[in-house]
T-cell receptor, first 115, second 114 residues
Framework: AQSVAQPEDQVNVAEGNPLTVKCTYS??????LFWYVQYPNRGLQFLLK??????LVKGSYGFEAEFNKSQTSFHLKKPSALVSDSALYFC?????????????FGAGTRLFVKA | DGGITQSPKYLFRKEGQNVTLSCEQN?????MYWYRQDPGQGLRLIYY???????QKGDIAEGYSVSREKKESFPLTVTSAQKNPTAFYLC?????????????FGEGSRLTVL
């Protein structure tokens, strides 16, 4: 079955330190991978995506993600965390399906950045 | 500004009642989606639609129904057959048949069954 896994329910990091939020995937064919962020009681916002090409993808708010085909991973990273980065982060993959494309999501990882 | 509008933001329902959640978009996107969000379970796909007058069941369609009579609108009805309807519901849209296109989300509707 095609799926996305986020192995950590929660990640804690001190402000100014680098952060990593992990994601692994299992899909057939070329993976189209995405990261989204959600603030409390809000919808999701797109951060970045990997389609093809350079394995290091840069996105919004200083976030980047590294695609690793051999490890089937797409980890989200930021060199220096901010308290305002505290939120719920979702990894997602876009799949070809009946009637068009659909997106499936991981369970989410809650990021806490401590001042 | 272009975007997706969901209403109502909060909704309370008695058991046995059907409720309809509204989703309207002015992004000129062909594809629209409904997701359900429960704590610790991420987002699960309920229904999706790529074109007007056509829609597909997602992973958890039982107890829900949708319609797509207009490109801009994709309402979701939570029926009395849905056993555990209390959840946060999110509507999204994207450019159709474009696998690299990201989803644009509304602000969500929180449904509570009393």
């Amino acid at each position: 079955a095609q799926s996305v896994a986020q192995p950590e329910d929660q990640v804690n990091v001190a402000e100014g330190n680098p952060l990593t939020v992990k994601c692994t995937y299992s899909v057939s064919g070329n993976p189209y991978l995405f990261w989204y962020v959600q603030y409390p009681n809000r919808g999701l916002q797109f951060l970045l995506k990997y389609i093809t090409g350079d394995n290091l993808v840069k996105g919004s708010y200083g976030f980047e993600a590294e695609f690793n085909k051999s490890q089937t991973s797409f980890h989200l990273k930021k060199p220096s965390a901010l308290v305002s980065d505290s939120a719920l982060y979702f990894c997602a993959v876009r799949l070809d399906s009946t009637g068009g494309f659909k997106t499936i999501f991981g369970a989410g990882t809650r990021l806490f950045v401590k001042a | 500004d272009g975007g997706i509008t969901q209403s109502p933001k909060y909704l309370f329902r008695k058991e046995g009642q059907n409720v309809t959640l509204s989703c309207e978009q002015n992004l000129n996107h062909d594809a629209m989606y409904w997701y359900r969000q429960d704590p610790g379970q991420g987002l699960r796909l309920i229904y999706y639609s790529q074109i007007v007058n056509d829609f597909q069941k997602g992973d958890i369609a039982e107890g829900y129904s949708v319609s797509r009579e207009k490109k801009e609108s994709f309402p979701l009805t939570v029926t009395s057959a849905q056993k555990n309807p209390t959840a946060f519901y999110l509507c999204a849209s994207s450019i159709v048949n474009f696998p690299t296109g990201e989803l644009f989300f509304g602000e969500g509707s929180r449904l509570t069954v009393l």
